[in-house]
Every structure is written in structure tokens, then in C-alpha cells.
């Protein structure tokens, strides 16, 4: 399904979080959920990606919480988001998918071990969560992704284009691109 | 069978969304109706795909659009997955006669007896505006509803506002 509606309608740009060499041959760019178990499986074969490609890939995140499916998956995006402002977005980012399972069944509680683990303060984290601009962030996100095809979580979009199929092709997919461009 | 397309009349229907109430299209002459038709409750792609739909909502709303979905189970069936799923919108039974409804809209899959994965966005006149046609496996996302929506003459104030603003103006 490569048309119009498959394509990343919001180009990345420094409003994003962003991994990786800016010049790189290849921008991966998820559209995640903390608490989507898909994509908790996804996380550590990004890892390897980004291992595997190195100075070749760019990763990029974007929230995408189904938030009545997974009712902690917009206070763990709001969590990661209050983070940023203290430069640990993708400290959180890692810490929510290593420990889904651990803080997912227990919610807001669970979340707060998050803020430990990292040395957060929590009531200078709990004042940024009031910030109107963490929500507006998340919805913005989440509104790019639905005009660019986004249809479920985790979506991937290698160079702008929808991904569609298994993990192991993906991989192969972000190879040759890079193969090309050598 | 082919599916009903853009300037048709939108086909008329009454349909159970529980065993004690229905829905019919003409409760929502001047506000637009996106008819989501769907193979049935339960498969995961349909489930993700009704997920999402459920998250937008507000946008839809925002838009002066209803969601119906639509799909050949029981009301029982639909009670328990919107129950389970958390669902906020009409999960349509067209049951009795089997598949009256995604017939009358040209998207009665008579093999396997179910609706074929189909979207409808009708305006509050009842005309069809757009259509789309999904393989069966293939969740479509929402950009295709959104932009319909959004190119609706009645919604054309929006495209003026960024969205954002048109979200979080009073």
C-alpha cells in the first residue's frame, strides 16, 4: 500500500525527537505507544537497527497512544514528553519499553518508578505535566500520523514511505536503501 | 457487486446496535456519517482498525461526523467487543436479513458471508462523498475519512485553521 495517504504528512523536523546522524542515507520514524505491547517487542529490534546501521540511519520517534486500548499509553507519552524538557526523552523512551511489563499493570504507581530510575524530580516533572505544550505535542503527533496512513501501532516509515510487512524486511529494506546510496 | 460511489444517494437502513435499540441513517440528516463496514467483531485487523477510530472521535466530532460501524454479527457480539474494546460509537448489526445493508452499499462479500472492509463518508444530505474499498486484510487507516471530511463544503471553515487552533478554540 504505497499511495498518497502512506506517505509521513509531517517531515521531521527539530520539533522531533531524533537519534542518529542527521544526515543520514535513512530516517526511520515509528509512530509508538509506551504501552502497546507490539511495539515493546519492536523496541529492542530498533536497537539493532540502529546498532546494525549505525552512522546510516537516523530514528525518529512519534507518539501514537490508543488510549482507550491502553489507558497509561498517554500519561506515559505525557511522562516521556515532561522528560525531554529535562533532556531525557529517549532515557524514558528506553526505560518504558525495557520495563513495559513491569509498570503497565500498575499505571500512574508503575510510571513513577520511571521518574526514579532516571533521578527525575518528580515535583518538577508533575509541574511540566500541566504545561499545555506536552498535550499539544502528543495530539500533534498523533494527528500527523493519521494523515500520513498510520493504522495501528508500532507504523514505521523508512525515507517518508509507510512500511508494511514483517521486521526481518524491514531490516533488508533500510539495507538496500542504504546499498544504494554507497 | 460493486460498491456504491461519490454522488450516489447513501441507501437508507435501520439496524439493532444493541438488542433494544437501533439506529437508522436519517437520524443524522445535516451532520455527516462515516459508515465504517467491517468483516466482524473479534479479528484482530478489524479490532486495531476500530481501535483508531475510537481515539478520533473528537476529531470526527469536530468535523460534524458520526461513525457507525457496521458489521454482520449478532448484537450480542457487538455488546461484549465494544464492552471489552472500549468502543464510544454504534456498532451496527446487519444480521437479519444477513448483510441487507453492505448489499444495498455494494460490499456484500457472498463467499464468505460477511461485509468487505469498506469505508463511506455521506454528508448531512445523505449523498455518498467518498468511498473506499480496503483488501479485507488491510487495516485503511483514517487519512482517507479525515480528508474526506475535511474537503466536505460545510467543513471548509476548518482548512483555513491550523489544526490545533481549531481544536483549542472556546
Aim: contains cysteine; negative net charge; proline residues 5%.
Amino acid at each position: 500500500m504505497l499511495h498518497e495517504d502512506a506517505i509521513l504528512a509531517v517531515p521531521v523536523s527539530a520539533h522531533d525527537h531524533a537519534q542518529g546522524n542527521a544526515h543520514a542515507v535513512v530516517t526511520l520514524v515509528e509512530y509508538g505507544d509506551f504501552q502497546c505491547p507490539a511495539c515493546g517487542s519492536a523496541y529492542p529490534l530498533v536497537k539493532q537497527i540502529q546498532h546494525r546501521y549505525a552512522g546510516n540511519l537516523r530514528f525518529v520517534f512519534r507518539h501514537f497512544p490508543l488510549s482507550q486500548a491502553h489507558p497509561y499509553a498517554h500519561l506515559a507519552a505525557e511522562l516521556a514528553e515532561a522528560a525531554a524538557v529535562e533532556g531525557q526523552f529517549w532515557a524514558m523512551h528506553d526505560w518504558l519499553y525495557e520495563n513495559q511489563a513491569a509498570w503497565a499493570p500498575h499505571g500512574a504507581a508503575g510510571l513513577e518508578a520511571g521518574m526514579r530510575a532516571l533521578g527525575l524530580d518528580e515535583a518538577i516533572i508533575a509541574a511540566t505535566l500541566r504545561n499545555p505544550d506536552i498535550d499539544a505535542h502528543i495530539r500533534r503527533d498523533f494527528m500527523g500520523g493519521v494523515r500520513s496512513g498510520v493504522n495501528g501501532t508500532p507504523s514505521f516509515y523508512v525515507n517518508g514511505y509507510l512500511y508494511q510487512g514483517d521486521f526481518d524486511s524491514l531490516v533488508h529494506s533500510i539495507g538496500r536503501v542504504i546499498a544504494r546510496q554507497h | 457487486m460493486t460498491m456504491l460511489a461519490a454522488s450516489t444517494a447513501a441507501p437508507e437502513f435501520t439496524l439493532h446496535s444493541t438488542p433494544d435499540q437501533s439506529v437508522s441513517l436519517k437520524e443524522f440528516r445535516s451532520r455527516n456519517v462515516i459508515l465504517a463496514f467491517y468483516p466482524a467483531d473479534w479479528s484482530p485487523v478489524c479490532s486495531d482498525q476500530l481501535a483508531l477510530y475510537n481515539e478520533l472521535l473528537d476529531e470526527f466530532a469536530r468535523l460534524n461526523a458520526q461513525l457507525l460501524a457496521i458489521s454482520v454479527d449478532g448484537v450480542w457480539s457487538h455488546a461484549a467487543l465494544a464492552r471489552d474494546r472500549k468502543y464510544h460509537f454504534p456498532l451496527l448489526s446487519d444480521f437479519e436479513p444477513k448483510g441487507q445493508v453492505a448489499r444495498a452499499y455494494g460490499v456484500y462479500e457472498e463467499q464468505a458471508g460477511v461485509a468487505q472492509r469498506a469505508l463511506f463518508v455521506i454528508d448531512g444530505d445523505g449523498v455518498i462523498r467518498w468511498s473506499y474499498l480496503s483488501p479485507m486484510g488491510v487495516n485503511p487507516g483514517a487519512a482517507g475519512i479525515v480528508k474526506a471530511l475535511e474537503a466536505l463544503p460545510s467543513n471548509n471553515i476548518q482548512k483555513t485553521l491550523p489544526i490545533d487552533a481549531a481544536r483549542e478554540a472556546p
